[in-house]
């Protein structure tokens, strides 16, 4: 941990003080060790927090898939109430549904996914649509992939 802090420290020194800097985590086991080192990344010059609610045992991504395990949002909640700074969950992202349970369930200022988007890249657009707010770049966005899903069935 002390190896981390210091690479961050080094980090924030070399960015400027208006770019923030934002470390990606994964919970542990124990939830006071997520908090711990949560609260030493951010005092180390973390700007933006993102949470990934599985520990690195249990994986994430096409790993979890076949032997699905849920991201802890507990975790993820107890880590935003600790720090100072803006916190992005992650985890059980898989489609636009889980958007405002995620935001709801962890208190978080936004919300990473990443298969989610592998899978649907306008997962956002609809989770926009579905709060009543039209994005018409998004909704552009969902047009592109739609075409693109069209013009690659037809390449040999």
């Known amino acids: 941990l002390d190896k981390l802090c210091g690479i961050i420290q080094q980090l924030r020194r070399a960015l400027p003080p208006s770019m923030p800097l934002l470390v990606k985590m994964r919970v542990f086991d124990s939830m006071d060790r997520t908090v711990m080192v949560a609260q030493r990344i951010v005092a180390a010059g973390a700007g933006i927090l993102t949470v990934h609610g599985r520990t690195r045992h249990q994986g994430g ?18 880590v935003k109430r600790a720090v100072p700074v803006p916190v992005i969950a992650n985890g059980n992202v898989l489609d636009w ?3 405002p349970q995620i935001l709801e369930a962890t208190e978080c200022d936004g919300v990473m996914s990443g298969c ?14 579905a709060a009543g707010e039209n994005d018409d770049e998004v909704q552009d966005f969902g047009d ?7 013009v690659d069935d037809t390449v040999d």
Do not use: M, Q
């Open 144 to 150: 592109y992939v739609t075409i693109r899903d069209d």
């Open 97 to 99: 549904r889980a958007v």
């Open 61 to 78: 991504g096409k790993k979890t898939a076949a032997e699905y395990k849920l991201a802890s949002w507990p975790h993820i909640r107890a």
């Open 116 to 129: 989610g988007l592998l899978r649907d890249p306008t997962l956002f657009a609809k989770a926009k649509i």
